[in-house]
């Protein structure tokens, strides 16, 4: 069984940044896809952006293109989220996710993913 810790998150200004970290248990971590998530009050969960297990392949969503980005370091068994203009609508708890899969690309289908961390609240002030 795979665990996954987040950590990171707190409340911050618009504008402002943020990182996030996702530490995986276990040692099949780099054979993992990896994705993080979030869902806000009333909202659906959101596919935010995904990493390929060998962090050749990105994708984010629109909402957050070009002031998120992705990545890992498969020798701490972590993936990372960098946020950079914050908003207030990226208020939300996020969860970091890993497909065991071991596909070639990113996943982006949230039943694909078999394990998931505890989540981690981010606070947008306006």
């Known amino acids: 069984q795979v665990q996954l810790v987040e950590s990171g998150g707190g409340v911050v200004q618009a504008g402002g940044s943020l990182r996030l970290s996702c530490t995986a248990s276990g040692r099949t971590f780099s054979t993992y896809a990896m994705g993080w998530f979030r869902q806000a009050p009333g909202k659906e969960s959101e596919l935010v952006a995904a990493?390929?297990?060998?962090?050749?392949?990105?994708y984010y969503a629109d909402s957050v293109k070009g002031r998120f980005t992705i990545s890992r370091d498969n020798a701490k068994n972590t993936v990372y989220l960098q946020m950079n203009s914050l908003k207030p609508e990226d208020t939300a708890v996020y969860y970091c996710?890993?497909?065991?899969?071991?596909?070639?690309?990113?996943?982006?289908?949230?039943?694909?993913?078999?394990?998931w961390g505890q989540g981690t609240q981010v606070t947008v002030s306006s």
């Open positions: 996710a890993a497909d065991r899969q071991s596909r070639v690309g990113v996943t982006t289908t949230r039943s694909r993913y078999d394990y």
């Open positions: 990493i390929s297990w060998s962090g050749g392949n990105t």
